[in-house]
């Protein structure tokens, strides 16, 4: 698995990634295994990478993608066993990389297009912290983040949660997103795996999110 920033040759990839997991593609089952809220436009990814490089990707190349296979259809157990070992030498097409999992990292003032963020940002000083006072310029915003469903349960999102946390550091001290009340597990996720902290339940547009809050350093 390789973790890393995202670029423009990725958008189409990460456009798919999260219709995939958006609620309006997700039967009740599925739903419980974590879902997104919003999905940002190809424009939209386009403009953060090229103006903030704050998109991040976990992404599984060609021998890692038979194993994810593997575990959806044991079938192919047989077949790929039978196949050889995997060719090092094989073309630059033949190895492409497929991206299962993102997370955008994007300022406050990206989001200036969101009324509601717009809103969210300007009472993030109410928010009590012992590492000191939250503000748009020493925070961002975490989201959209997800999992493809093959690569969930694998320590994926706290690896990518912990390399993009990395990243920001130098600009950003804190972290902050919300989680819709439904999401338990991706609540879940982000207090036991990513260490966020919950600081209250928060509503608008008739739904109640759990808001959470983070730092970018281990302290």
Not at 53 to 75: C, M, N, P, R
Request: with cysteine.
């Amino acid at each position: 698995m390789m973790y890393r920033r995202a670029t423009i040759e990725d958008v189409s990839q990460l456009v798919a990634l999260q219709q995939s997991c958006h609620i309006d593609s997700l039967d009740g089952q599925d739903k419980s295994q974590g879902f997104l809220n919003t999905v940002l436009s190809a424009e939209q990814l386009t403009h953060i990478i090229e103006t903030e490089q704050t998109v991040y990707v976990a992404e599984l190349g060609i021998a890692e993608l038979d194993v994810a296979e593997l575990k959806a259809d044991k079938s192919k157990v047989k077949e790929l066993n039978t196949s050889g070992p995997y060719n090092s030498e094989l073309s630059v097409t033949q190895q492409r990389r497929q991206i299962v999992a993102m997370a955008v990292c994007a300022s406050w003032q990206f989001w200036q297009c969101s009324a509601t963020l717009t809103q969210l940002s300007e009472s993030l000083v109410n928010i009590s912290h012992k590492q000191g006072v939250i503000t748009p310029a020493n925070s961002y915003f975490w989201g959209p983040v997800c999992v493809g469903e093959q690569c969930r349960g694998q320590g994926v999102f706290a690896k990518l949660y912990e390399y993009s946390a990395m990243e920001m550091a130098t600009n950003y001290q804190f972290v902050y997103t919300y989680v819709h009340q439904d999401n338990a597990r991706s609540f879940a996720a982000h207090i036991n795996k990513a260490g966020f902290s919950y600081i209250k339940d928060i509503e608008f547009n008739g739904d109640t999110f759990k808001e959470l809050i983070n730092t970018t350093s281990n302290n």
